[in-house]
């Protein structure tokens, strides 16, 4: 456990996304999406006649009476205690924008600050932020099994009175929760905190206790019919609290937000709430099936009690991208703070048969081993390199070596870095001169310096286009220099003494290009690692030569960046993608004589 003060930055969330599948030419009907925490349900027919029959002329009923009293109905609680909204998303903004300590205010008025429990949905975080409260988030320990740090909470609690404290019970995306009757005696306890209990799961667990009964003052309870009811598109959530606090955060939001269509469609499935309770019942057989398979295979799955469970894997972004090649999408919890971590939706019976065929392809069914750092990513070789097998995979290898400009800050093994340089210097090299020098360069420093000089030299080289070309040319920001957990300086010694000059008499240039051969095997072997690498080239060789204080004879052939990969995969390269230039076809490349 520890704490951690959070600054605001852009949410990552789950499900499709539409531009990374049009870059890599992936259909979107073709994926099936286990990233998103959502019951996998054919509705009934009364939802779709609701949907097609709603009125979209008129305005919307902005109060969402006719879904309000079902959702009242359905809870036992009173209508005047249920505010419904533009999904749980929109909630959690007002409540932290206008709801949260708006009644508070005062000589003794609480910090203007906020506790989450985490890891957990970034929107919490995000929403106070916007709305000018600190966030400190208490994280729960992975060596735990990630459960919450009841005995820390309160401590926190009693050190400060903060304003609001956000829990998600169970949690996304552990899965974890905290007892009914621990929450009701931190709200006893500390009355002048708001306690916003997110159960948007709460409906895929059969053993959390729900609080939408209480009647505390300062609790507010927020429930998702788009994870319950499988309705993301629609955008539905609502949340339960006194009916003092819901007149407030009314009077304060956006008029007619939950459109016509999703209060007819929310009204309609609870009407036929059996259907749904029926999908929740397959998915609880479909969740033991599946852990029960990736046990088997070696996997070490988190089991929970939701729709969805985390799985430890040597590296989230490589296994992500891997399933999404073979048409399946889950959730790399990098965003989360979890690198070593996926999240997997639990689907129906059709979902689970797809899932696990992806996984059994060669390049997943070996990168699990979260203890056997030689096997993440790598290519199989499980063919002894016969047949079409390893030649598919090489030239995959060949597409994806892209230049990578964004790195994860995980830390590279030793003994991976060791291995690419052993790959590195089985390349050619003229009169077998092995001209090439590596100098990993590690002093905090150092790396400033490298970084003020590409800065520098950036803004010269920017100067010399105009237009449209200069300011594409600034859009491409190259991060890899402050991110990459690696950096290595690649140098030629232009006359070296091994080889006696053989093949270098009339081509002298021989030994740089000895180099770079030697820089491609190491790119390739890396990649095949699922590391990338990036090659920065807006540097002054003699200036880098300096810097590292090597010998003066010395040449800079490449200054790489290497790491984890923070983006997906992909094989277009990047300027062609940013319209900088497109890439010519071979016959423009290739000529008879």
Same mark, same amino acid.
């Given at each position: 456990m520890n704490l951690q003060h959070l600054d605001s930055n852009e949410a990552v969330h789950g499900g499709i996304d539409w531009d990374e599948l049009r870059r890599q030419g992936i259909a979107p009907d073709t994926v099936l999406d286990l990233s998103s925490n959502l019951l996998r349900v054919d509705h009934p027919k009364a939802v779709q006649q609701a949907i097609e029959s709603a009125a979209i002329s008129p305005y919307p009923d902005r109060n969402s009476s006719v879904l309000r009293t079902?959702?009242?109905?359905? @809870?036992?609680?009173?209508?005047?205690?249920?505010?419904?909204?533009?999904?749980?998303?929109?909630?959690? @903004? /007002?409540?932290?924008?206008?709801?949260?300590?708006?009644?508070?205010?005062?000589?003794?008025a609480p910090t203007t600050q906020s506790v989450i429990l985490g890891p957990t949905f970034s929107e919490y975080e995000r929403a106070s932020c916007l709305a000018g409260l600190q966030s400190t988030v208490i994280l729960a320990d992975q060596a735990d099994g990630f459960a919450v740090p009841t005995e820390t909470v309160e401590m926190e609690l009693r050190r400060k009175a903060y304003r609001v404290i956000w829990i998600c019970n169970p949690n996304n995306p552990t899965g974890q929760a905290i007892g009914a009757d621990v929450i009701r005696q931190w709200i006893a306890k500390f009355p002048r905190t708001t306690f916003i209990i997110d159960e948007s799961y709460i409906e895929f667990s059969e053993a959390t206790e729900s609080l939408i009964h209480d009647t505390f003052e300062n609790l507010v309870v927020l429930r998702s019919l788009t994870k319950s009811h499988s309705m993301a598109g629609l955008?539905?959530?609502?949340?339960?609290? $006194?009916?003092?606090?819901?007149? $407030?955060? %009314?009077?304060?939001?956006?008029?007619w937000s939950v459109n016509a269509i999703a209060q007819a469609a929310g009204?309609?499935?609870?009407?036929?709430?059996?259907?749904?309770?029926?999908?929740?019942?397959?998915?609880?057989?479909?969740?033991?099936?599946?852990?029960?398979?990736?046990? +088997? #295979?070696?996997?070490?799955?988190?089991?929970?009690?939701?729709?969805?469970?985390?799985?430890? =894997?040597?590296?989230?972004?490589?296994?992500?991208? +891997?399933?999404? #090649?073979?048409?399946?999408l889950v959730r790399d919890c990098h965003s989360f703070g979890l690198s070593n971590y996926v999240r997997i939706a639990v689907g129906d019976a059709a979902a689970t048969d797809r899932f696990l065929t992806a996984l059994d392809t060669p390049s997943l069914s070996t990168s699990h081993r979260s203890s056997d750092l030689t096997l993440r990513g790598k290519i199989d070789d499980s063919d002894d390199f016969e047949g079409d097998s390893f030649r598919t995979q090489l030239y995959e290898l060949f597409r994806m070596r892209r230049d990578v400009r964004r790195f994860s800050s995980d830390a590279i093994p030793p003994e991976l870095l060791a291995r690419w340089i052993d790959a590195a210097?089985?390349?050619?090299?003229?009169?077998?001169?092995?001209?090439?020098? *590596? =100098?990993s360069v590690r002093d905090a420093e150092t790396r400033r310096h490298i970084v003020r000089e590409f800065e520098s030299q950036n803004a010269t080289a920017a100067a010399g286009y105009e237009g449209v070309a200069r300011e594409n040319y600034l859009s491409l920001k190259l991060a890899g220099l402050r991110e990459a957990p690696e950096q290595l300086a690649v140098f030629v010694e232009p006359d070296p003494h091994q080889g006696r000059g053989l093949g270098r008499r009339t081509m002298p240039?021989?030994?740089?290009? $000895?180099?770079?051969?030697?820089? !491609?095997? *190491?790119?390739?072997?890396? #990649?095949?690692?699922?590391?990338?690498?990036?090659?920065?080239?807006?540097?002054?060789?003699?200036?880098?030569? #300096?810097?590292?204080? =090597?010998?003066?004879?010395?040449?800079?052939?490449?200054?790489?960046?290497?790491?984890?990969?923070?983006?997906?995969?992909?094989?277009?390269?990047? /300027? !062609?993608?940013?319209?900088?230039?497109?890439?010519?076809?071979? %016959?423009?490349h290739w000529i008879t004589r």
């Open positions: 079902a959702i009242a109905e359905r @809870h036992d609680v009173a209508q005047e205690r249920v505010l419904v909204g533009n999904g749980c998303c929109e909630l959690i @903004h /007002l409540l932290a924008a206008h709801g949260v300590g708006a009644q508070r205010d005062g000589a003794d955008r539905l959530g609502y949340l339960v609290a $006194s009916a003092a606090r819901v007149r $407030s955060i %009314s009077a304060c939001r956006v008029p009204a309609a499935a609870l009407a036929a709430q059996q259907h749904y309770d029926h999908a929740m019942l397959r998915m609880r057989e479909q969740r033991g099936r599946l852990i029960d398979e990736l046990t +088997r #295979r070696g996997f070490q799955p988190l089991v929970t009690d939701t729709g969805f469970f985390l799985m430890p =894997v040597e590296n989230a972004g490589v296994f992500r991208n +891997r399933l999404l #090649r073979q048409g399946v210097v089985l390349a050619p090299s003229v009169g077998l001169s092995e001209p090439w020098r *590596f =100098v240039e021989t030994v740089a290009y $000895s180099v770079v051969a030697a820089i !491609q095997n *190491f790119w390739l072997a890396a #990649r095949c690692d699922g590391v990338g690498v990036g090659w920065v080239s807006i540097v002054r060789p003699e200036q880098i030569g #300096r810097l590292l204080n =090597v010998p003066p004879q010395w040449e800079l052939i490449a200054y790489l960046c290497v790491g984890y990969p923070l983006h997906p995969d992909r094989t277009i390269p990047e /300027l !062609q993608l940013r319209n900088w230039e497109e890439r010519r076809d071979v %016959s423009e």
